[in-house]
């Protein structure tokens, strides 16, 4: 494909010099800026989902996003930042994003699109949030990747996103998270890197660094370091996606300790900052959503630390929705009573660049015509995002190689990296002595009893026999509880309790009396596992591995020596009585941060 004859039919009366690829970035930013509409101008301030068909055509619409189709978005709406909301398969997905390309450029300025993601590398599926990984390659969760402690393979897992994430034309990560889960209870704590800010901090710089080398360019993914200031003290741990968790609070005073981790962030040089939805409660912040709030974002965020990067706002703060059939207001949080252009205006004086998730640029037209906003502030945004496109080389080399995403995405190499991550963040909480010997590593060939493994993924290690009473050890792989919500979108944020019902131990204890017990759990959040941790033989943590993965650890074909990336606490009364924003703050923790045992010596390091 050649993007200079798709947009030589534009060409007349154009100054084209922006794009000579030998100009520096900013000259070609101002000589572009000064041709812009109003209209194409605001256009660049959205960035809302979109999908694409299944065999990489240009899609029609999402009903169950309410998305209208890629061509009302590009040509109509004249919008040309896009988080890619399904996707699977690389070689439709390349095929897709050189479709959209040449969509945009047949529009007047053939300013091309940039295509960004949620995390694609896990076991999520969380349409808000991440999503499976489908052809790509597989990764543990980030608070896993904490659980390895290795900055080298943090930067490596950054590397290999970013390595498959251009292969398909992404260019802009949605992450990484570098929230302090110092909330036992928050929903958002999988793609964060824990509770510690020093951990956190290290990583969080690590894993941008693979994503944008030492500095932005032509190869790079552009990283957006979110929650700013920091998400992590929510409310009794409610998330602020919906009214009920919308407050966060300070009770221990820790506001500054939550910031460390962005300023190794901006210090690495991420390149965009998404603030988060939640309210800041008595502190000296005006009381809204930090994308509404000035003093955070041109006060803290651009003046005190000087970023002078993209802020793009999370998404939907303008205008209520619907999703799957259930409303889905804005999070609106603090400015309810704001009307849709209200809202905006406040966010544009807040300091932000882009409205996360909002698809209306003629509603910032009109605050434009009426004098509410000034097309010097406009141009202010239109800048950066600018020149964020001049600087990944989207206008000079807009498209991307089929075969090579085909090759790329999901290669052996790529595939076998995320697999020994996932190996190394499996962390060992207990394992009991039997006579003198440990219960892991367990022998080869041994009666198995299993669940939530596969009998056919099982018997590479063992005989599958059908009873615990049969089998020489049970393994049980197990979820964090959570409470059920009344929405479907309210249950992809795993909330509330961190007690497994009686039932579920119940079973636990029944299985233990039978035989030997190992058992796995998925912390996406700190779970109490004080009510059978004395009745199993061994207990292990996963952040996202695969069962071949556990197996070959358990087994002792690989070592183990994941560490905890947050206190694992003993009871409720603990949670509940503990501070939001304080780490570490629950009584006489079960297992402390960094607890880990490996099968060199059984032992809990810090």
């Known amino acids: 494909m050649n993007p200079i004859n798709v947009q030589q039919a534009t060409d007349e009366g154009l100054d084209t010099r922006y794009r000579d690829a030998a100009l520096p970035a900013r000259e070609r930013v101002e000589i572009l800026l000064a041709q812009m509409t109003l209209e194409e101008k605001a256009g660049l301030f959205f960035h809302d989902m979109i999908s694409m068909n299944e065999d990489g055509s240009l899609s029609d619409g999402d009903d169950e996003f309410h998305l209208p189709s890629n061509e009302e978005l590009v040509t109509g709406r004249l919008m040309s930042h896009f988080n890619l909301l399904t996707g699977g398969d690389p070689v439709a997905m390349a095929t897709w994003h050189n479709r959209i390309q040449e969509l945009a450029a047949s529009t007047r300025l053939g300013i091309p699109v940039t295509i960004s993601s949620d995390p694609r590398n896990s076991y999520s599926d969380n349409p808000l949030a991440g999503l499976l990984a489908g052809s790509f390659s597989v990764w543990p969760e980030t608070l896993g990747l904490a659980a390895t402690r290795d900055e080298a393979l943090v930067e490596r897992f950054g590397d290999v996103a970013r390595r498959e994430y251009t292969a398909v034309g992404i260019r802009v990560a949605l992450h990484p998270q570098v929230d302090l889960a110092t909330e036992p209870r928050w929903a958002r704590q999988l793609d964060t890197f824990g509770e510690d800010a020093e ?4 990583l969080g710089a690590a894993y941008i660094r693979g994503l944008q080398g030492e500095t932005l360019g032509t190869d790079s993914v552009a990283a957006m370091v979110k ?19 919308r407050e966060q609070v300070y009770p221990g005073g820790m506001f500054e300790l939550h910031l460390q981790p962005f300023i190794a962030a901006f210090a690495a040089g991420a390149s965009q900052v998404m603030p988060y939805y939640g309210m800041p409660i008595g502190t000296e912040h005006e009381e809204v959503g930090f994308g509404f709030n000035k003093s955070v974002i041109t006060d803290l965020l651009r003046k005190r630390f000087g970023f002078d990067g993209v802020v793009c706002t999370d998404w939907g703060l303008f205008t209520d929705s619907e999703v799957a059939g259930e409303p889905f207001p804005a999070r609106a949080w603090g400015v309810e009573h704001l009307d849709q252009r209200e809202r905006m205006r406040k966010a544009i004086e807040a300091g932000v660049d882009q409205f996360g998730g909002e698809k209306c640029p003629e509603v910032l037209v009109d605050l434009v015509r009426s004098g509410e906003v000034t097309l010097e502030r406009l ?15 989207l206008f000079d080399a807009p498209f991307v190689d089929v075969a090579e995403a085909a090759r790329t995405v999901g290669s052996a190499e790529f595939l076998a990296a995320g697999v020994e991550a996932q ?10 002595d039997h006579g003198g010997r440990a219960t892991l590593p367990f022998q080869r060939g041994i009666k198995l009893y299993v669940e939530g493994i596969s009998s056919d993924v099982a018997q590479d290690y063992g005989t599958i026999v059908a009873t615990p009473q049969e089998a020489d050890l049970a393994i049980l792989r197990l979820r964090a509880p959570f409470e059920e919500r009344a929405t479907v979108f309210e249950n992809y944020f795993h909330a509330g309790s961190l007690e497994f019902d009686a039932a579920t131990v119940e079973h636990i204890r029944s299985v233990a009396s039978a035989t030997t017990t190992v058992v796995d759990v998925f912390l996406d959040r700190p779970a109490i596992l004080t009510p059978f941790v004395d009745d199993v033989a061994a207990v292990i943590a996963n952040w996202g591995a695969g069962p071949h993965a556990l197996l070959d650890v ?16 003993s009871d409720m009364l603990e949670v509940t009585n503990s501070r939001p924003d304080v780490p570490f703050d629950t009584a006489n923790p079960l297992f402390r941060f960094g607890h880990g045992l490996t099968y060199i010596r059984q032992s809990a390091d810090a």
Do not use: C, I
């Not at 358990?554 to 606490?569: I, S």
């Open 227 to 245: 929650h700013f200031p920091g998400g992590g003290p929510q409310l009794d741990g409610e998330d602020p996606h919906f009214g009920y968790g």
């Open 199 to 202: 951990l956190t901090s290290r």
């Open 554 to 569: 358990l087994v002792g074909d690989a070592d183990v020596g994941g560490k905890l990336p947050f206190d694992l606490p």
């Open 423 to 432: 190996r190394a963040s499996l962390t060992l909480l207990t394992n009991v």
């Open 379 to 393: 141009d202010t945004s239109v800048r950066r995002l600018l020149l964020e496109k001049f600087v990944l080389g």
